[in-house]
């Protein structure tokens, strides 16, 4: 993957946020002994029906709009590909996609990701067009880091007209966004206000976020950016634990500290400030959960928030 970075993004590494540095400048370091994969989820080979599109669980299926992205994430699980023309689907490989999902009439939950479908507008925009008639179609999810990357390509036109169509789209259909965000420094004045104008678009807007190791690995960071997302009217969907993909490996945190790091969270959080922490199983098919600190599943024993030890 090549670096790539915006204007914007530059500007908050300037002003000193490591945070960000680390996330779009890492400098390259391989680590042993971990099992590394190409394609460690399977999404272009076991998983694949048709170019562009994952069918990994019944009813939801995840539609890759492309590989493009305003700015390259380091510890993209889609490493290899972001940036190259691999994932640009012509129109008719993008019918093929549309046919697919109405001919499996099981399909009722379509999540559009990529690369960025808000940054590939245009696509979207055709894309939003055609989901909006098929009537098995009820929730339509669009996971993106546009609003992080590119706050100020909310006023483009294009991006306006992207909003008008998904405003649209919101009032036939359920639209969620989903915002990609690792870490408070993300969320500067700018990028809210562009939040708020995918907001009016009657979109319901949650966040999911990755355990990335020296950027957000510790409970003060995590603490603050959930509060700072619930206070924001974002609800935290999910925290992953990062992918075993080739290239991005030294992001990857210890399993202990972040499971002792969603146990603390469990109990600092509202319920509606935690995001359910997630691993994304390797050769396998699932979201799973991981069990918390709370629970010794062998002798039937639970530690409550206060420390307190009790058989159920
Ligand atoms: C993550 C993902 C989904 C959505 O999963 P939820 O747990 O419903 O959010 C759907 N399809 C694929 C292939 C995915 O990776
Ligand atoms: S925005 Fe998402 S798809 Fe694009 S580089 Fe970052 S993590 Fe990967």
Aim: aromatic share 8%.
């Amino acid at each position: 993957m090549k670096e790539r970075i915006t204007k914007h993004l530059q500007k908050l590494i300037d002003r000193g946020s490591v945070a960000i540095k680390e996330q779009f400048k890492k400098k390259r370091r391989r680590q042993k002994n971990l099992h590394l994969e190409p394609d460690p989820l399977g999404e272009e080979t076991l998983y694949s029906p048709v170019k562009g599109l994952v069918h990994k669980f019944g009813n939801r299926v995840l539609f890759k709009v492309s590989y493009r992205c305003a700015a390259h994430c380091q510890f993209c699980t889609r490493y290899r590909q972001i940036g190259t023309p691999e994932g640009d689907l012509s129109f008719d490989e993008t019918q093929a996609c549309l046919s697919y999902i109405r001919e499996h009439t099981e399909i009722d939950d379509v999540v559009l990701s990529g690369g960025d479908p808000l940054f590939t507008a245009r696509k979207t925009l055709s894309i939003l067009d055609e989901l909006l008639k098929i009537d098995t179609v009820k929730i339509i999810r669009i996971g993106t880091r546009f609003p992080i990357h590119s706050p100020d390509s909310f006023k483009s036109k294009l991006v306006k007209e992207l909003m008008r169509v998904i405003k649209l789209t919101a009032r036939k259909k359920v639209v969620f966004v989903s915002l990609h965000i690792n870490h408070p420094d993300e969320l500067t004045k700018n990028v809210l206000r562009a939040i708020r104008v995918i907001e009016k678009t009657g979109a319901i807007l949650v966040s999911q976020t990755v355990f990335l190791k020296g950027i957000n690995n510790d409970t003060e960071t995590l603490e603050k950016l959930f509060n700072a997302l619930y206070h924001n009217k974002i609800r935290p969907y999910y925290i992953y634990r990062c992918d075993y993909a080739e290239g991005i490996d030294q992001y990857i945190c210890s399993f202990r500290q972040e499971r002792r790091i969603m146990t603390e969270l469990r109990k600092r959080l509202s319920g509606l400030a935690y995001p359910m922490y997630i691993i994304d199983i390797p050769n396998g098919r699932g979201k799973i959960p991981p069990p918390l600190d709370f629970w010794n599943n062998i002798s039937r024993r639970v530690t409550d928030f206060d420390g307190t030890i009790i058989k159920i």
